[in-house]
């Protein structure tokens, strides 16, 4: 599938692959492609989300928050939701080890939900939504009428897509997704 | 505004990212807090039919999620 894509695309897609096996056993999810596309600094799409005023170790710090786990095996992400519905992680966390002993929420792990009728995701270096992306940018640089497949239609993957946690942390900076789509476009016209 | 009324104007919000979130977290707390209190119950000696009665499931589903899990670590003395 990466036939078409240029030499800086690849190197963003292998940089992902790093990306997640730093973090661990983890398949290359859209954050890892973004924080990839971000680190290609001479890149059209990280000039275009620079200028945009995102910032690699924001990005960076976010995606920790929503992937990291605090003492309860949650996120900080998920301790701030709860506190949103009047809910105290920490109260909890602290009732729970009191009673159970130092990381008893956190080593209770429960087990993945066996999901009937629906492929089970056999573990592939992308996660589903990142291939989702993958295909995305090929369709994007369809769209655009281009041959090859850039950094820029990686990037415009992810915002299409819009549902993973690349495109998360880049709303929850203040980004707003149709205008970074546009000032992508844009930036491809300026260059042609 | 007291707390209370500021957590229930929390709680009532109308963006729907909010409160997804939320029940998001939840649910996973829920699933956490599930294992640790099953493993003291079972520690404790009660059976699968006893724990599924309190927890108002049936035998078969609390069967089917939590005996597949290496045996529980009873060292901890409370």
């Known amino acids: 599938m990466f036939e078409r894509f240029t030499d800086r695309a690849r190197d963003v897609v292998r940089r992902a692959l790093e990306e997640a096996r730093v973090e661990g056993q983890r398949p290359v999810g859209t954050e890892h492609l973004l924080l990839a596309l971000l680190a290609d600094e001479a890149g059209l799409a990280s000039r275009v989300l620079a200028d945009a005023g995102v910032r690699a170790d924001d990005l960076r ?92 239609h990686i990037l415009l993957g992810v915002l299409r897509e819009g549902n993973g946690l690349g495109a998360l942390v880049l709303t929850e900076s203040g980004v707003d997704l149709d205008d970074l789509r546009r000032r992508v476009e844009l930036a491809l016209r300026a260059a042609a | 505004m007291s707390q209370a009324t500021e957590l229930a104007a929390a709680a009532g919000s109308t963006d729907p990212r909010v409160g997804l979130r939320a029940v998001r977290a939840l649910r996973r707390l829920l699933e956490r807090l599930e294992v640790v209190q099953v493993d003291n119950a079972r520690r ?22 939590h005996a597949g899990r290496p045996a529980v670590n009873s060292s901890w003395e409370a």
């Open chain 1, 61 to 152: 710090e976010r995606v920790r928050r929503h992937t990291a786990s605090g003492g309860a095996g949650l996120g900080d992400a998920d301790a701030a939701a709860l506190r949103e519905i009047g809910i105290d992680l920490a109260a909890i966390v602290a009732r729970i080890e009191q009673s159970f002993g130092p990381d008893a929420l956190r080593e209770a792990v429960p087990a993945p939900r066996r999901r009937w009728g629906r492929r089970r995701y056999l573990g592939g270096p992308f996660s589903p939504r990142s291939k989702k992306v993958l295909e995305l940018s090929l369709r994007e640089a369809l769209r655009l009428r281009h041959r090859h497949i850039g950094t820029e």
């Open chain 2, 44 to 65: 404790q000696g009660w059976s699968w039919q006893e724990i599924a009665d309190t927890l108002e499931v049936s035998r078969q589903a609390v069967h089917k999620k």
